[in-house]
């Protein structure tokens, strides 16, 4: 212990002139992200609407139970979509568009049926077929025939059908 001494002492006289070294740092900065604002100027354009009515039908394998099939054709009774008919919907419009080079189908209607051993359903759309023609810049006199249809959020109001005929 004796020979032990001397080195302690040594290390506690070193260590008891070392001072404590604190230390604080603060920064602080404000983080604002930048404003990514454009402006795209709107676009209006004719539809040119096919008199000729048009009907297409898509055929879809069934993977639902009986059940579910009568609970959707319930809910399509009733104009409710259950998402795998709003599904069927839109890939049926999507393909009836293609086929027909339309750019929309007005007044579309739906018919969704299902095969009587329930394998397929088959979803049909009939409407005429539109192509949207002549764009142009908006001006004044086509903003003020939309903003009546606008609702209190800015959002085009998609309850009605709006068709507009210029007098020329």
Not at 13 to 26: D, G, K, N
Not at 77 to 99: E, H, P, Q, S, Y
Request: glycine content about 2%.
């Amino acid at each position: 212990m004796k020979k032990h001494f001397p080195l302690l002492l040594l290390v506690a006289v070193l260590l008891s002139s070392c001072s404590a070294i604190y230390t604080y740092r603060e920064s602080t900065a404000r983080y604002v992200e930048p404003m990514r604002a454009g402006f795209v100027t709107p676009v209006v354009a004719d539809m040119k609407i096919s008199p000729t009515k048009i009907s297409y039908t898509a055929k879809f394998e069934n993977n639902l139970s009986k059940r579910d099939v009568i609970s959707i054709m319930d809910d399509v009774n009733n104009n409710r979509d259950a998402g795998i008919v709003l599904t069927w919907k839109k890939n049926t419009l999507a393909a009836a568009l293609k086929l027909h080079q339309a750019d929309d189908i007005v007044t579309p209607t739906f018919e969704i049926t299902p095969s009587e051993d329930l394998k397929y359903i088959e979803v049909t759309v009939t409407g005429y077929p539109a192509n949207y023609i002549n764009y142009r810049k908006a001006t004044q006199e086509d903003v003020n025939l939309i903003v009546p249809f606008l609702d209190d959020n800015k959002n085009l109001k998609t309850d009605g059908v709006l068709i507009i005929k210029k007098n020329n």
